[in-house]
């Protein structure tokens, strides 16, 4: 199994990126993904999840409504819609997926999930 995040990058403060990240080797159509991050010197934090129906989302504090989780069941892929992005959204992001239907109140948790990508980085910086 593998996950593939792209679509990092340098951005200036208010702007926007969109994350994506493919699954190979297994389908999670039936299984929630989600998006960490880990800025340097700080653990690694959960930022969103979406299950695998994609009607039930999940969001940290510091980025609900302005990050947006969405998922393609047929192509494999979770993406994350980054807007109004500021420095403190700098970090490397993972992709993560999970073989198990999580509920509510183990989702937003790391050791969850058994599946992650590479990271991709995202600086925002003027």
């Known amino acids: 199994v593998q996950l593939q995040a792209y679509g990092g990058g340098l951005v200036q403060p208010g702007g926007s990126l969109r994350l994506s990240c493919v699954a190979s080797g297994r389908t999670f159509s039936n299984y929630p993904m989600g998006w960490f991050r880990q800025a340097p010197g700080k653990e690694r934090e959960f930022v969103a999840a979406?299950?695998?129906?994609?009607?039930?989302?999940f969001y940290a504090d510091s980025v609900r409504g302005r990050f947006t989780i969405s998922r393609d069941n047929t192509k494999n892929t979770v993406n994350l819609q980054m807007n109004r992005l500021t420095a403190e959204d700098t970090a490397v992001y993972y992709c993560?997926?999970?073989?198990?239907?999580?509920?509510?109140?183990?989702?937003?948790?790391?050791?969850?999930?058994?599946?992650w990508g590479q990271g991709t980085q995202v600086t925002v910086s003027s």
């Open positions: 979406i299950r695998w129906t994609g009607g039930n989302t």
């Open positions: 993560a997926a999970s073989g198990l239907r999580l509920i509510v109140s183990e989702i937003r948790k790391l050791n969850n999930y058994e599946y």
